[in-house]
């Protein structure tokens, strides 16, 4: 069993910055360190399909974005707080989703896939104003 719960979510005008969280709980994470799990970040505004924003794998130093927030998102981690993070600046209204964090043990190829992840977390609102 393994939860992830996001926060960080918010309403913040155009340019603003926010910063997400996602932290991972569960006995042991099912026996296994959060440190072997590969995460990424997703959001799905509404009428729209989910979209792959970010990911960092479980071991190397490479960080994947979608095309649109690079530059402007940083994803990081910190295995100590079983926590992954997304630092969103120069937000936009395009911006405006739910975000959800998404976990797999050992995964490192496709990333930017869902299918990939096989644990959600339930989103936190981000509403960018413009």
């Known amino acids: 069993q393994v939860q992830l719960v996001e926060s960080g979510g918010g309403l913040v005008q155009a340019g603003g910055s926010l910063r997400l969280s996602c932290a991972a709980s569960g006995r042991s994470f099912s026996g296994y360190s959060f440190s072997t799990y590969s995460m990424g970040w997703f959001r799905q505004a509404p009428g729209k399909e989910r979209e792959f924003v970010a990911a960092?794998?479980?071991?190397?130093?490479?960080?994947y974005y979608e095309d649109s927030v690079k530059g402007r998102f940083t994803i990081s981690r910190d295995n100590a707080k079983n926590t992954v993070y997304l630092q969103m600046n120069s937000l936009k209204p395009e911006d405006t989703a739910v975000y959800c964090c998404a976990a797999r043990r050992l995964a490192l190829d496709n990333l930017n896939a869902p299918y990939v992840y096989n644990y959600w977390g339930q989103g936190t609102q981000v509403t960018v104003s413009s």
């Open positions: 960092i794998p479980w071991t190397g130093s490479r960080t």
